[in-house]
Structures are given as C-alpha cells and as structure tokens.
C-alpha cells in the first residue's frame, strides 16, 4: 500500500552553506557567502507547497590565525543566524600543507584549508530528524552527490514507518553554471537568479 501523501507538508532546510556559496559564486558571480538562509529557504518552499518548520546550517570556519577576516565574517554571521532560529553546526577548517607549481615552474607551498565531519554532521541530522517523524520534507541546499546515501535512507525510513517522505535537492542554475544536476534520488529544486537576488542579506558581517 502506497503511503497517504499529507495535504500539509512540513518541511526542515538542511543547508550546506559552503556548497551553496560556491554554486552561487559559479552560477552568479558572487564573491561572498551573501544568501539569507531563512528567505531563500522560505522562497523555496512557499513555491513547492510545503510548510517550513526549521532551517538547519552546516559550515566549516576559517582558523582565526589563519583568515581573521573570513573568521570573523562567519563568527558573526553565524550569530545573528542564530538569532533568527537557525540551528547551526560550524566546525574550524582542518589545514595542511600542499605543493603548487607556478606558471615559470617554481615550487612553492600553501596553506589549504578543508571541511572536515560537516557534511556528515548534515547526513546525521537528515536521517535522525526522518526517524522522529520531525518532517514530511527534506530540503538539502546542497549538489554533493554523497548525499544520495541520505536520500536512499530516507526512502527506507519511509518504507518502515509507512508513511509519505520525499527528499529534494536544491541548487542555483544559471547558462554560465556547468554542474546543472541535483543530488541524484532526490527531487530538484532549481533556484534561479531572480529567486537568489531577492534573497541576498545586506548586512556587512566583516565589521
């Protein structure tokens, strides 16, 4: 027996901010992490029918010895998010030395910073929040195709508990954004420019 789909349909936004940030960057040219999360997510979900009931935010930060700057734009940003009703998880980046060649062929090293547990955190909390029945929907603001496990999960929580989940990937689109593909097993949600823009956060988080 097919499960009943709920003519109200609560979503939670799961949202993998450094993932959005770089399609935004690729798809629309922004330098800077300049989404509103609550208004994207909001817009998101007004257009799909479904009752937004909590945004949850992944991150890594730069180490503040590091990048001050960036440090300090997340560390504030991540506050007034915090203000908002969003439940974040940030962690510092994990940093490691790696050889580069110069186009005159020098060597030479640099400091590369990379997430580490974020995106597993964000797996986790999908799957523990479909268990406690916490949502109808799970909205993930992400394009990482490791999340298709989450989404084959999420399929098996409904299956057990008989009742309606579906999972969507949503994504920015644009003609000069190659990667036009959502997390595969989910439902696509493709987020436009016009959509992005009116949903842009003015505040200078850097001061």
Not at 175 to 196: A, F, L
Request: charged share 25%; proline share 5%; hydrophobic share 35%.
């Amino acid at each position: 027996m097919m499960p009943i789909e709920p003519k109200t349909k609560r979503a939670i936004a799961f949202v993998d901010g450094q993932n959005l940030f770089n399609a935004a960057k690729r798809a629309f040219g922004y330098r800077f992490p300049n989404y509103d999360i609550p208004a994207l997510a909001k817009s998101v979900c007004r257009r799909s029918g479904w009752a937004l009931e909590g945004i949850y935010f992944y991150t890594g930060i730069p180490s503040e010895q590091v990048d001050p700057s960036r440090h300090r734009f997340w560390v504030n940003k991540l506050a007034v998010m915090g203000t908002r009703g969003i439940t974040s998880f940030a962690r510092e980046l994990s940093y490691h030395n790696q050889i580069a060649t110069t186009p005159d062929g020098t060597k030479t090293t640099a400091l590369v910073g990379r997430e580490k547990g974020v995106d597993v955190r964000l797996a986790l909390d999908v799957v523990r929040l479909g268990r406690e029945k916490a949502y109808d929907v799970a909205v993930i603001f992400s394009q990482d195709q490791d999340m298709i496990e989450v989404a084959k999960e999420v399929r098996a929580i409904s299956i057990s508990q008989q009742r309606w989940i579906k999972v969507a990937s949503a994504f920015p689109v644009s003609p000069t954004y190659n990667n036009k593909r959502g997390i595969d097993k989910t439902d696509w949600v493709r987020i436009d420019r016009h959509e992005y823009d009116r949903c842009t956060d003015p505040n200078n988080y850097r001061e």
